[in-house]
């Protein structure tokens, strides 16, 4: 079975474009979640899904959305980017609910510049 | 919001040699899962274990519910041990993350 993925690894843009970031859930899996992880720090979390509704968000700005489709997988868009926006994005993907275990793609490595 | 608590912060270790991680939660533990974070920056799963003891190979995990912390044993180390480790809890919606310990085996 195929785990989680996210597409693309790697991604450099300049400063105030946008970018588009793609998670595919593990098959069954109805929540995916988006995490932010800056360098030497460990993952912040930024939105999740399930059932195509946000459940939750995290505290990062505006500029900052997310989608889920009806075969479950996802898209973070985050426009008008910054220097800061600079890190490793992570797409978690779960059967849903509160307690339940959670697996993460190998992420994508955003550089802005 | 949940203060999830790691340490040490980084651990050297000669090949063969044992070793534990500690994480410490500022609140009662509902879903607690631990991490290896490998150098291209996956997260790989170690353990699920909201509490008791768990094992797989030469690593175990404890989760002390009632007293807010886990643990993360690596016996026998081996150089692909090396990265960092999490261990993370889950809020409302999300996984809290600790800021991890970084592990370097020496051959």
């Known amino acids: 079975d195929a785990g989680v993925t996210q597409s693309p690894t790697h991604l450099i843009k300049t400063r105030g474009q946008q970018v588009t970031l793609r998670c595919s859930p593990i098959?069954?899996?109805?929540?995916v979640s988006w995490y932010q992880q800056v360098l030497g720090q460990g993952p912040q979390f930024i939105f999740q899904y399930y059932e195509k509704e946000e459940r939750g968000r995290g505290n990062f700005p505006d500029r900052f959305s997310a989608r889920q489709f009806p075969n479950y997988s996802s898209e973070l868009n985050v426009n008008a980017l910054l220097l800061g926006d600079s890190a490793l994005y992570l797409c978690?993907?779960?059967?849903?609910?509160?307690?339940?275990?959670?697996?993460f793609g190998q992420g994508t490595r955003l550089t802005v510049v | 919001g949940i203060q999830v608590e790691q340490s040490p912060p980084d651990l050297i270790l000669q090949e063969g040699a044992n070793s534990t991680l500690r994480c410490n939660f500022s609140d009662s533990v509902n879903n607690l899962q631990w991490f290896h974070q490998n150098p291209w920056g996956q997260l790989i799963n170690l353990f699920y274990i909201p509490s008791g003891t768990k094992q797989n190979g030469r690593l175990s995990a404890t989760t002390v519910a009632t007293e807010r912390y886990s643990l993360l044993y690596i016996s026998s180390s081996q150089t692909t041990d090396s990265g960092v480790y999490f261990c993370a809890q889950t809020g409302a919606n999300n996984l809290f993350f600790g800021t991890g310990t970084r592990l370097t085996v020496i051959p």
């Open positions: 098959s069954g899996h109805k929540s």
């Open positions: 978690a993907s779960s059967l849903g609910g509160m307690n339940t275990e959670a697996f």
